[in-house]
Protein backbone atom coordinates (compact mmCIF):
# COMPACT_ATOMS: atom_id res chain seq x y z
CA UNK A 1 0.00 0.00 0.00
CA UNK A 2 1.08 3.69 -0.69
CA UNK A 3 1.22 6.48 1.26
CA UNK A 4 0.07 9.68 0.16
CA UNK A 5 -2.84 11.95 0.48
CA UNK A 6 -5.14 14.28 -1.31
CA UNK A 7 -5.98 17.54 -1.39
CA UNK A 8 -9.26 19.56 -3.27
CA UNK A 9 -8.75 22.68 -4.84
CA UNK A 10 -10.78 25.51 -5.21
CA UNK A 11 -12.20 24.66 -8.51
CA UNK A 12 -13.57 21.60 -7.47
CA UNK A 13 -10.71 19.24 -8.92
CA UNK A 14 -8.26 17.44 -6.54
CA UNK A 15 -4.02 17.09 -6.45
CA UNK A 16 -2.96 13.24 -5.48
CA UNK A 17 0.40 12.85 -3.86
CA UNK A 18 1.84 9.18 -3.86
CA UNK A 19 5.07 7.54 -2.54
CA UNK A 20 5.53 4.93 -4.43
CA UNK A 21 8.52 2.29 -4.68
CA UNK A 22 10.63 2.80 -7.58
CA UNK A 23 10.23 0.79 -10.68
CA UNK A 24 13.98 0.43 -11.30
CA UNK A 25 16.06 -1.88 -9.32
CA UNK A 26 17.94 0.88 -6.98
CA UNK A 27 15.61 0.47 -4.14
CA UNK A 28 14.56 4.24 -3.68
CA UNK A 29 11.21 5.15 -3.76
CA UNK A 30 9.32 8.37 -5.86
CA UNK A 31 6.97 10.61 -5.16
CA UNK A 32 4.27 10.93 -7.79
CA UNK A 33 1.38 13.97 -8.49
CA UNK A 34 -1.43 13.71 -10.13
CA UNK A 35 -3.56 16.48 -10.88
CA UNK A 36 -7.22 15.57 -11.98
CA UNK A 37 -10.75 16.24 -11.42
CA UNK A 38 -11.52 13.92 -8.94
CA UNK A 39 -9.59 11.00 -6.87
CA UNK A 40 -10.64 8.37 -8.64
CA UNK A 41 -9.57 9.70 -12.25
CA UNK A 42 -6.14 10.68 -10.62
CA UNK A 43 -5.68 6.75 -9.72
CA UNK A 44 -6.87 5.74 -12.81
CA UNK A 45 -4.86 7.85 -14.87
CA UNK A 46 -1.75 6.15 -12.67
CA UNK A 47 -3.42 3.10 -13.47
CA UNK A 48 -3.71 3.67 -17.60
CA UNK A 49 -0.23 4.14 -17.46
CA UNK A 50 0.65 0.42 -16.06
CA UNK A 51 1.03 0.98 -12.28
CA UNK A 52 -1.84 -1.03 -11.45
CA UNK A 53 -1.55 -1.59 -8.23
CA UNK A 54 -2.21 1.63 -6.76
CA UNK A 55 -4.99 2.85 -4.35
CA UNK A 56 -4.76 5.55 -1.96
CA UNK A 57 -6.10 4.79 1.76
CA UNK A 58 -6.55 8.29 3.94
CA UNK A 59 -5.05 11.22 3.74
CA UNK A 60 -1.84 10.48 5.93
CA UNK A 61 0.62 12.38 3.45
CA UNK A 62 -1.13 15.12 1.40
CA UNK A 63 0.73 17.04 -1.09
CA UNK A 64 2.43 20.32 -0.01
CA UNK A 65 2.00 23.87 -1.31
CA UNK A 66 5.27 23.86 -3.02
CA UNK A 67 4.12 20.07 -4.55
CA UNK A 68 0.34 21.69 -5.94
CA UNK A 69 1.70 24.70 -7.58
CA UNK A 70 4.22 22.40 -9.37
CA UNK A 71 1.80 19.39 -10.26
CA UNK A 72 -0.76 22.79 -11.57
CA UNK A 73 1.75 24.15 -14.05
CA UNK A 74 2.72 21.68 -15.74
CA UNK A 75 0.82 20.69 -19.20
CA UNK A 76 0.23 16.69 -18.27
CA UNK A 77 -0.58 17.69 -14.88
CA UNK A 78 1.37 14.19 -14.10
CA UNK A 79 4.95 14.77 -12.25
CA UNK A 80 7.68 12.56 -10.18
CA UNK A 81 10.68 12.70 -8.30
CA UNK A 82 12.64 10.56 -5.56
CA UNK A 83 10.80 10.52 -2.43
CA UNK A 84 11.84 12.09 0.96
CA UNK A 85 13.51 9.38 3.09
CA UNK A 86 13.00 9.56 6.64
CA UNK A 87 12.22 13.41 6.62
CA UNK A 88 15.34 14.63 4.38
CA UNK A 89 13.86 17.31 1.99
CA UNK A 90 15.16 16.61 -1.66
CA UNK A 91 16.34 19.31 -3.65
CA UNK A 92 15.82 17.22 -6.67
CA UNK A 93 13.48 18.94 -9.20
CA UNK A 94 10.16 17.76 -10.36
CA UNK A 95 10.39 15.45 -14.12
CA UNK A 96 7.83 14.49 -16.46
CA UNK A 97 5.90 10.81 -16.05
CA UNK A 98 7.81 9.95 -18.95
CA UNK A 99 11.07 9.73 -17.71
CA UNK A 100 9.72 7.43 -15.03
CA UNK A 101 8.24 4.94 -17.91
CA UNK A 102 10.75 5.35 -20.35
CA UNK A 103 12.63 1.90 -21.11
CA UNK A 104 16.48 1.92 -20.64
CA UNK A 105 17.64 1.18 -24.39
CA UNK A 106 18.94 -2.54 -24.83
CA UNK A 107 22.25 -3.55 -24.04
CA UNK A 108 23.72 -5.48 -27.11
CA UNK A 109 26.28 -8.32 -26.46
CA UNK A 110 29.22 -8.47 -28.12
Known amino acids: MAAGGFCKLPTGSVVVALNLPSPTADGTGV ?8 RARALT ?4 LGMRAIYLRGNGA ?10 LHHPDGLIWRTAPDNGVIV ?8 ALLR ?4 VQQP
Request: without cysteine.
Open 31 to 38: RVLVHAQN
Open 45 to 48: RLRN
Open 62 to 71: PPTPDEITAV
Open 91 to 98: TELWHPIR
Open 103 to 106: RPPA
